[in-house]
């Protein structure tokens, strides 16, 4: 199948979303035999790697669409995702509780986005 392949994983995730209870199932890969990572290594393995992605990747991809995003050639993807690391560190600074209602905000209040990058009020 695939050269150093060692063993493969399932984690089922369960959350409830507004009142609703959600089940995801996701899959896995790894080079590491099961001598060397047991389940319950997997499983730490697999929330470390969310840790280090939300801060960012998590925000991009969730609330700015990233993956979703098409373009594939040239520098442009690497052009999007600079503006989308600089969309996140300006939505870092609107007062709100999480970056989507940060956007819904700027949305209804667009002299805030304005003076957030530097637009002079009333111009």
């Given at each position: 199948m695939w050269k150093g392949l060692k063993q493969g994983f399932k984690v089922t995730r369960e959350r409830m979303v507004k009142g609703a209870r959600t089940v995801?199932?996701?899959?896995?890969?790894?080079s590491l035999?099961?001598?060397?990572?047991?389940?319950?290594?997997?499983l730490g393995l697999v929330r470390d790697?969310?840790?280090?992605?939300?801060?960012?990747?998590?925000?991009?991809d969730v609330t700015l669409g990233e993956d979703a995003?098409?373009?594939r050639k040239g520098t442009?993807?690497?052009?999007?995702?600079?503006?989308?690391?600089?969309?996140?560190?300006?939505?870092?600074?609107?007062?709100?509780k999480n970056h989507p209602e940060?956007?819904?905000?700027?949305?209804?209040?667009?002299?805030?986005?304005?003076a957030l990058i530097g637009i002079p009020q009333g111009e």
């Open positions: 995801e199932v996701v899959h896995g890969i790894t035999s099961a001598e060397r990572a047991d389940a319950a290594t997997l790697h969310w840790r280090i992605e939300n801060p960012l990747h998590y925000v991009r995003c098409r373009v442009a993807p690497q052009v999007l995702a600079a503006l989308r690391n600089a969309v996140v560190h300006l939505l870092s600074g609107v007062r709100a940060a956007i819904e905000q700027l949305q209804i209040h667009p002299d805030q986005a304005q």
